[in-house]
């Protein structure tokens, strides 16, 4: 798996709702426009279908996605297993993100055109912290309703009990829930891809410019994904 360096500046689409009521009238409207829902398994790009059970993601899974101590890249992996659903079709959605710019999902072959970046609200007892459950939860309840896959960023932390819900209503509706840096961490994962090393390419001995970064990545799973 390749990360480009890339700009992380950008316009987020933002869908925000107190109750999740205006991301759940977003949700219906794409939902017919979601190409791929009834079938079973999401394609992925590049080296990441040798990780995967019939080289994609099964429909109303969970995928956790983390990296090591000390190493970085879990973002890059989860744009890069977002990128293959976006290219067939599929709608996707990203909450709990703080700084993902609209040029890092294209570089990592997102189609923006299928992509919403939800934002959300932050903690009124500790300025500069993300609040805990309450609105996320519900505005996560109406997404998973009407996309194909919603990636979960580390600033979203769900209650243990809001978590099953919604990885329940998440198989009920055939969305993939993509866990980043333990955002779904009450939950178990049919497939856990973690990066253990993370290496820049493209400078030389005092010249040159990054280029990419090679990823390394570890796969476990369960069932299937085993």
Not at 9 to 37: H, I, M, N, Q
Not at 133 to 150: I, M
Not at 163 to 170: D, E
């Amino acid at each position: 798996v390749h990360e480009h360096v890339f700009d992380h500046r950008g316009v987020k689409r933002t869908v925000a709702g107190r109750d999740g009521a205006v991301a759940a009238e977003w949700a219906a409207r794409v939902a017919p426009a979601s190409g791929l829902a009834a079938g079973r398994v999401l394609p992925v790009t590049g080296p990441l279908a040798a990780f995967l059970p019939a080289g994609g993601v099964q429909l109303g899974s969970v995928v956790a996605i983390e990296a090591s101590p000390g190493v970085t890249g879990a973002t890059s992996l989860a744009l890069a297993l977002a990128a293959g659903p976006c290219q067939a079709g599929s709608w996707i959605a990203g909450v709990g993100w703080d700084a993902l710019g609209v040029v890092a999902a294209a570089e990592a072959g997102v189609d923006l055109e299928r992509l919403v970046l939800v934002t959300r609200g932050q903690d009124p007892v500790r300025p500069g912290t993300p609040s805990r459950g309450g609105p996320a939860a519900a505005v996560l309840a109406a997404l998973v309703a009407g996309v194909d896959l919603v990636v979960v960023g580390p600033r979203c932390r769900l209650r243990a009990s809001e978590a099953r819900r919604l990885v329940a209503r998440a198989g009920e509706r055939g969305c993939v829930l993509v866990g980043v840096g333990g955002s779904l961490a009450a939950e178990q994962p049919a497939v856990r891809l973690r990066v253990t090393e993370a290496a820049w390419e493209g400078l030389g001995a005092g010249w040159g410019r990054l280029r990419r970064r090679r990823l390394v990545v570890e796969a476990t799973g369960r069932g299937a994904a085993a």
